[in-house]
């Protein structure tokens, strides 16, 4: 801003540089910005809900849309808490929480479309999958040596095949019960 070095700087003059009006920067001085400093004016700009619409282009902040993208499939959850408890403004703290809030709702979302389902829904049904397969290769420990006993190689072959194709057709039927996980949540 050019002055003349014996004169101070005007409300209106400084007004007229940033693109707005002298109420707007008592407003914002008022709220503890220095309406003569650059970057006090620039760090309110960014926390601004509404921006001035003559607010000249030197001062528009960035647009943070860009901040709001988030890569669903790289979330690097603590770098948000990171980022969160490193947030040196309350814009940006705002701009990381709106990004929390929105990977919740789409996550929510997909889980209830029955894209996603929960950690624990997916652990208790492998451990019900893992309980069945053990189930049935004790049955075959029990079945097993009474039927073969005694039989000749290529009866024990057959045996032992019929026994394992029963075993792999249950957990079939077991595994086509995964595809359910989560949808009656």
Excluded at 54 to 73: C, Q, T
Excluded at 117 to 135: C, D, H, L
Aim: hydrophobic letters at 35%; glycine letters at 4%.
């Amino acid at each position: 801003m050019a002055q003349d070095m014996d004169k101070p700087p005007t409300l209106n003059a400084r007004a007229a540089e940033i693109g707005t009006s002298v109420v707007t920067l008592r407003s914002w001085q008022r709220c503890g910005v220095d309406v003569f400093s650059d970057d006090d004016v620039m760090r309110h700009l960014r926390t601004a809900r509404k921006l001035p619409e003559n607010l000249k282009p030197g001062f528009r902040p960035p647009s943070h849309e860009a901040d709001l993208v988030v890569d669903v499939d790289n979330i690097d959850i603590d770098q948000l808490k990171l980022d969160m408890i490193n947030a040196p403004d309350k814009h940006t703290a705002q701009t990381i929480e709106i990004k929390i809030r929105g990977l919740l709702s789409s996550t929510k979302l997909a889980q209830a479309q029955g894209e996603l389902i929960s950690r624990n829904s997916v652990e208790e049904e492998m451990t019900r999958v893992g309980s069945v397969f053990k189930a049935a290769v004790k049955r075959l420990e029990a079945d097993l040596p009474p039927m073969i006993h005694g039989a000749s190689p290529e009866t024990m072959q057959k045996l032992i095949g019929e026994k394992a194709d029963e075993v792999l057709r249950a957990m079939k039927e077991e595994y086509k019960k995964i595809d359910e996980i989560g949808r009656d949540e």
